[in-house]
């Protein structure tokens, strides 16, 4: 009885602990996967928007990605001191952001008067930010062709409900806007905003790239 | 005892691991639904919810804010038919369903068949039916406007075109329905002995065309001169994919009661299941046999004579106060001119390739293009032109119907894709342009394949009827909901004959009619003579010219209905002559409606023979007022005297959007992002929150700026946490496979 008793036990606790280190290792896949998933999803959706940037180069009017995207490419933006670039997309449902910098649409499009507001993810898409200082070059490229070059003025901290930016009115500005801190593994109220202002707007054939090399060396 | 220690140990570590397993599931569970929210943003306005507060399949509409949407009221319509010979009374009831919380005002464009007679408006809430009245236009909406800032309940009915209506519904209460019903009357078309009723569920984009560029109007801003009232004919479309999986959006049920006048044969709906019930000799039941349908595609009802026999002729009269309304429908016999030689013919044909085409109806005109090409006889002439926004011949004159030039155009059209505009107006001027105009030999005819997607009608019909020579047009109607006031208005301006293909099945049959209508010489010099003062007017006059299969089909207003009248016509050099009897008639109601309808129709027209705009309206205005039509100029409102919305509480407008028709391809139609807009509110602060505008001034930012979106995702710590969770698992494992090897 007693030994039979015995010899159940570590039989059972070991099966439990096997069970329990299999469920664990289950677990974590799963979660690692639905990291993993979330850095597929922002590095492939890049990818797809190379080709519906060109489609919009073209003249075609909210080119989606793929089908069922709620979204479209608006803009390129680029920092050649960083080597950085991206394509960024219009704020439909709230999903943009998972594929890219989304442009606010409460704001003005990039060059316009006003301020304009492209937010992205601080781990991926502008995950950069940190390394932008004031006197780089931000360009962007927006779907019509025109290229517009911005320089980074100051950056800011701020609350994400009190942001304090007003879109509307003043000379043409941009706002890159990320989480604060960088790093932080948990989402937080702070915001991170790089300002930038307008110093030229040119077409790609009006020898824009020296313009474009000055600024960089 | 050292066995004793490892068990304890080995079972202690086991519900340690398996409270760790269950806490990492839980942060899983906790990371990914913050995943799934890290952009959402606290505060939804009112009248608004977020996608994660749904839990029904409601019809959501994309407001400015990110993420914010706005249930729309939901339509529900059953058409009633009543058909009496070939008089159709139809009733339509739609229920304005409001799914949200807040009082809406829902506008719903939809189709109707081209000219009918509309004449009568209900509104029922609860028990109550509050009856519309007719009134001009302008005067109409007033009573409709100020009853909807009153907050009381109103419905108003008001014509876009001859074959599109809007219903406006103003008060509808959180969670309330609201029925409309709309009445009218219509007259089944007879071609080639088979009768045939259309209720028309869908509408087919209009494209609208530009001065620069194209795009297909969806934004409600669009003012064209060519088209001004571009943002009432395009109604929001709901792309296929969001339509609701499961439930229809904008159900449809259909019945209708048949008395046929003479002994069924066939009875039987085009494009929909039903179910037949023969109730009498002459009688039929006939309703949908899988339930409510989509409203993507017309509704046909046909039937014909038991015996091919019966009456060629059926009179019908409806006596109002001192006043007798006759309708008269007449086949001339088949076998009329059918041993006339066949004449050559120079044929133009015009296919439609623009983006609207794409798909099942493109198919459905490539077929019926070649078929028809196939048709043509070596000493025929011919010339295929094709257009979207652009425009192409594929020869630069009509060439002779030989084997290498017919092949040539096959060719041609099998290549065809449908994309880009609906720039018709080139394309029509093009056929129309007739190289050899004193050729009396020849037939010239403009065969003109199209679904009619356009909004700027009247310059066509223009083109039409100053181009039109010796040529005569015949407009081929494809897909499941083809602008058909356009075709018919087209084809008698263009003194030919309109065609409807519905299905890729139907081509060759419909295809083989209208030749053989093509090919029979046609009647003409058609003349109603009644005796002396027993008529007081009759529509449409003249009586246009007829194809083979076609019946004579007028109305007259009578002072007397005694004697009888005589139809005669000219048909190849020889007469043909019917005698009928006035007091042999049946009675029917809604002939009246049916003459006021013709009277409007046909003062319309009177456009192109160049009257001048202020005499048009005039008679149209007084025809409408006197048989309470819905016109262009007039409309039917209904008012509740009772206030329902505290005036306090807001009303938010909602335009309800259309399903895009079967066999439609959006992707296809160039700038088709057609998301559902919102305009107009009572309330200027939600109207700001509703209009997906671009212009930052009509934003409402407060002093504290914009709220800025979430932009961190837990990516990285999910990755690092389930690293550390499958590390430690995998360690585990090996640790307790060791042990069991010592």
């Known amino acids: ?67 069922w995207a709620d979204t479209w490419p608006v803009a390129r933006l680029s920092v050649p001191s960083l080597g950085e670039r991206a394509i960024v997309l219009a704020e439909g449902g709230g999903e943009a952001l998972a594929f890219g910098p989304a442009h606010l649409a409460v704001s003005p499009a990039p060059g316009d008067a006003g301020t304009s507001i492209i937010a992205a993810h601080r781990d991926t898409h502008f995950a950069f930010l940190r390394d932008v200082e004031p006197g780089d070059e931000v360009i962007v490229e927006r779907a019509d062709g025109e290229r517009i070059a911005f320089r980074v003025t100051h950056t800011q901290i701020v609350h994400a409900e009190r942001s304090g930016i007003q879109p509307a009115g003043g000379p043409a500005r941009l706002a890159l806007v990320t989480c604060w801190p960088f790093g932080s593994l948990t989402p937080g109220p702070l915001r991170y905003v790089v300002w930038a202002e307008k110093i030229m707007t040119d077409h790609p054939d009006a020898g824009f790239e020296l313009a474009l090399n000055s600024g960089t060396g | 005892m050292t066995s004793s220690r490892t068990r304890n140990a080995a079972g202690s570590q086991a519900w340690l691991g398996l409270m760790i397993a269950i806490a990492a599931f839980a942060a899983t569970i906790f990371l990914w639904s913050e995943a799934q929210a890290d952009t959402l943003d606290p505060a939804t306005p009112e009248g608004m919810v977020r996608l994660s507060e749904v839990n029904e399949g409601a019809l959501l509409l994309k407001t400015v804010e990110a993420g914010v949407y706005v249930p729309a009221p939901l339509v529900a319509t059953d058409i009633a038919l009543d058909i009496s010979g070939p008089v159709v009374r139809a009733t339509i009831t739609q229920r304005f369903e409001n799914p949200s919380e807040a009082w809406v005002e829902g506008t719903y464009v939809f189709p109707m068949p081209e000219d009918a007679g509309v004449d009568r408006l209900r509104m029922q809430i609860g028990e109550r039916f509050i009856e519309g009245e007719i009134h001009e236009r302008q005067q109409a909406r007033q009573i409709y406007e100020r009853a909807r800032a009153a907050g009381q309940r109103a419905s108003l009915l008001e014509q876009e075109r001859p074959n599109m209506f809007t219903t406006s519904v103003a008060n509808i209460g959180p969670g309330e329905t609201i029925i409309v019903q709309i009445e009218y009357q219509d007259v089944a078309r007879l071609r080639d002995g088979t009768f045939e009723v259309r209720a028309p569920l869908a509408i087919t984009p209009r494209y609208i065309p530009q001065d620069v560029g194209y795009q297909l109007a969806s934004t409600g801003s669009i003012s064209r001169s060519s088209v001004p009232d571009a943002h009432r004919i395009t109604p929001p479309i709901m792309h296929p994919d ?245 075709m018919s208005r087209a084809a008698r301006a263009g003194r030919g004959t309109f065609t409807h293909i519905g299905q890729i099945s139907d081509v060759a049959e419909v295809m083989e009619k209208l030749f053989t209508a093509l090919e029979r010489p046609v009647m003409t010099e058609l003349d109603a003579l009644f005796p002396r003062d027993a008529l007081a007017e009759i529509w449409p006059a003249p009586l246009p010219d007829l194809y083979y299969g076609e019946p004579v089909v007028m109305t007259a207003r009578l002072q007397s209905t005694e004697g009888v009248m005589l139809v005669e016509g000219e048909l190849a050099g020889e007469t043909w002559r019917e005698q009928l009897s006035l007091a042999n008639t049946r009675p029917a109601s809604g002939i009246a409606t049916l003459f006021g309808r013709n009277r409007i129709r046909s003062i319309e027209e009177t456009r192109f023979q160049g009257a001048y705009q202020d005499t048009i309206d005039a008679g149209v205005l007084r025809t409408a007022l006197e048989f309470s039509l819905v016109s262009r100029l007039t409309s039917l409102v209904a008012v509740d005297v009772t206030p329902a919305r505290p005036v306090a509480d807001p009303l938010v407008q909602r335009d309800i959007p259309v399903m895009a028709p079967d066999g439609w391809d959006l992707e296809a139609v160039s700038d088709d992002r057609i998301d559902p807009v919102q305009h107009a509110a009572l309330d200027t602060a939600l109207i700001d929150q509703l209009r997906p505008g671009r212009d930052p001034n009509a934003q409402a930012v407060d002093e504290n700026g914009v709220p800025l979106p979430a932009t961190a995702t837990p990516r990285e710590m999910m990755m690092w946490l389930g690293a550390l969770m499958m590390l430690i698992a995998l360690f585990w494992l090996i640790a307790n496979r060791e042990r069991r090897l010592w």
């Open chain 2, 242 to 486: 969001s339509e609701p999986g499961e439930g229809l959006r904008l159900p449809v049920t259909i019945r209708a009661n048949l008395d046929a006048g003479f002994e069924l044969g066939p009875v039987a709906s085009r494009f929909h299941a039903t179910y037949v019930e023969h109730t009498a000799p002459g009688q039929a039941t006939v309703r949908l046999a899988d339930g409510p349908i989509p409203a993507d595609r017309d509704f046909v009802l046909t039937w014909r004579p038991a015996n091919e026999t019966a009456p060629s002729a059926a009179l019908f009269t409806e006596t109002v106060g001192d006043e007798t309304y006759l309708l008269a429908q007449i086949l001339p016999p088949a076998q009329l001119g059918a041993d006339t030689p066949r004449r050559p013919r120079e044929t133009i044909f015009v296919i439609d390739n623009s983006g609207s085409m794409a798909g099942e109806s493109m198919r459905q005109a490539r077929e019926a293009l070649i078929f028809a090409l196939e048709r043509l006889e070596p000493t025929d002439r011919f010339n295929v032109i094709r257009f979207d926004n652009t425009m192409e011949q594929v020869f630069p004159d009509a060439v002779d119907a030989s084997a290498v030039n017919l092949a040539t155009a096959i060719g041609f059209v099998r290549r065809l894709d449908a994309e880009g505009g609906t720039e018709m107006l080139p394309a029509l001027v093009a056929a129309l342009n007739d190289s050899r105009p004193d050729e009396t030999g020849r037939v010239r005819q403009v065969v003109f394949l199209t679904d009619g997607a356009i909004g700027n009608e009247q310059q066509l019909f223009e083109a039409i009827d100053v181009g039109l020579g010796r040529s005569r047009l015949f407009p081929v109607g494809i897909g499941s909901a083809p602008n058909t006031y356009f």
């Open chain 1, 1 to 67: 009885m007693v030994s039979a008793q015995k010899r159940a036990h570590p039989k059972a606790g070991r099966m439990a602990a096997t069970l329990a280190a299999i469920c664990l290792l289950l677990a974590g896949g799963f979660v690692f996967g639905q990291g993993a998933y979330l850095t597929a999803k922002a590095e492939i959706a890049q990818v797809l928007l190379a080709k519906a940037w060109t489609r919009a180069q073209d003249g075609e009017t909210a080119p989606t990605p793929w089908p």
